[in-house]
């Protein structure tokens, strides 16, 4: 054992020297060699953050093959590795890609108005997206991912709520999942018609809305329609377009009279989105625009042409060093390192005070000389396990993982 210890300090001790030798030298000559050209595009993206998503998937619908290399495991590494996930005051999400990433569904702002039921379907439930036993999952207010928060129908589907007692409805909304046909996901589902009826004895039913499904593609939808009628029994007729074999819905709310806005619930603000959300919607963006991508690949050199003219780069990961051949380069990287390794110019560095940020979990803020510190959001519930297995929300402020996120800067 001391042997070994001994071969690996000496082992250490000739690396530091060789390494010194290196550092001390001028230059190093590179063996020549081959690299595999992994993709041939015509963009490529170098980048993961959402600045790099926005550019390859804009790319993507204008007809161009892309290709984009993320230096993270991961996407969107700009909002998730900083933690800088929320919207600030009077922001509001514009593009439909921010849309969907600030659009964390799976802890949304309970609606205070929203009336509380139970139902039955006239159809089971089938697949892997069966509905718990009694019925919920059409109630639980998740509906973040078709794979795990949907309840699958295969065929046209009668639900009935049941509110308990004769209450204003003012509104109903149903989400479900979409998937055309031709997806490489797998077979498609869809909804084309939902009709709303009411009752009051659950025998006589009075037609109330009919909200047709003319949205444009996505993966997900929303159907709502304005009721203003009071009722105890509410029917929602579910049908699926022609040649499609099922159904999957995500949540049915059932919204009464306005009593607090829903800014007011307990929350001034929605959570901001968790960083798997983030991450998982930008993956899903590229997928659905076509972009191949990989993780874990850094930019190391660019290619040239036989006029000079920058045709590609080079990327190294695990494998290996390989080349991206592009018509188009686009440096989406924080630090313009595809641009700096081609030779661009740039300005000098701002000398003086400069501002640096960073964001913190839990504990209390803290202040000091030049710092000022402020509180991001609420916190995020733990969601916890009961005694029977299932996974229950709690919402209590004494159990919250962090009570905020709190950005500290220099004042």
């Not at 998503?53 to 993270?72: E, M, Q, R, T, Y």
């Not at 929605?270 to 993956?283: A, G, I, S, Y």
Request: charged share 25%; with cysteine; aromatic share 6%.
């Amino acid at each position: 054992m001391i042997l070994q210890r001994s071969n690996w300090f000496w082992s250490v001790l000739g690396w530091c020297a060789c390494c010194a030798a290196a550092i001390g030298a001028d230059v190093v000559n590179e063996s020549a060699r081959k690299i595999p050209v992994a993709y041939e595009a015509d963009v490529v993206v170098v980048g993961g953050g959402t600045g790099a998503v926005s550019a390859a998937i804009a790319a993507a619908k204008d007809g161009g093959k892309v290709f984009l290399a993320a230096p993270h495991p991961y996407l969107g590494d700009e909002m998730t590795a900083t933690l800088r996930l929320w919207l600030e005051e009077g922001e509001t999400p514009a593009s439909p890609l921010a849309q969907r990433v600030f659009g964390d569904r799976s802890q949304p702002l309970v609606d205070p108005n929203r009336i509380p039921y139970q139902y039955e379907a006239d159809l089971p439930s089938a697949g892997v997206h069966r509905d718990t036993a009694p019925p919920s999952r059409l109630t639980d207010g998740r509906w973040d991912s078709a794979s795990s928060e949907s309840v699958q129908y295969d065929g046209d589907v009668q639900i009935t709520a049941d509110l308990a007692q004769a209450q204003e409805i003012r509104t109903v909304r149903v989400m479900f999942y979409r998937r055309a046909p031709g997806s490489a996901g797998g077979s498609p589902f869809d909804v084309k018609r939902i009709t709303v009826s009411l009752s009051d004895d659950k025998e006589q039913w009075k037609p109330a809305a009919v909200m047709e499904n003319d949205l444009p593609d996505s993966d997900s939808a929303t159907l709502q329609a304005a009721i203003n009628v009071r009722a105890r029994y509410v029917r929602f007729h579910v049908q699926k377009p022609e040649g499609i074999e099922r159904i999957l819905l995500g949540e049915i709310e059932i919204i009464g009279p306005e009593k607090t806005p829903v800014q007011e619930a307990g929350r001034e603000t929605p959570l901001p989105p968790r960083p798997m959300h983030v991450k998982n919607t930008l993956d899903d963006e590229l997928l659905a625009a076509g972009v191949r991508y990989l993780y874990s690949c850094y930019a190391t050199d660019v290619l040239r042409d036989a006029d000079g003219q920058v045709a590609g780069i080079v990327i190294a990961n695990r494998a290996g060093r390989q080349a991206v051949i592009a018509k188009v380069v686009i440096d989406a990287t924080d630090r313009a390192a595809v641009a700096r390794i081609a030779g661009a110019k740039f300005s000098p560095y701002p000398a003086g005070h400069l501002t640096f940020r960073q964001v913190v979990i839990g504990g209390q803020p803290k202040s000091g000389p030049d710092m000022t510190a402020r509180v991001i959001g609420d916190g995020y519930p733990i969601v916890g396990v009961s005694r029977g297995g299932q996974l229950q929300r709690v919402l209590d402020d004494r159990r919250r993982v962090a009570r905020g996120l709190a950005e500290l800067a220099p004042a």
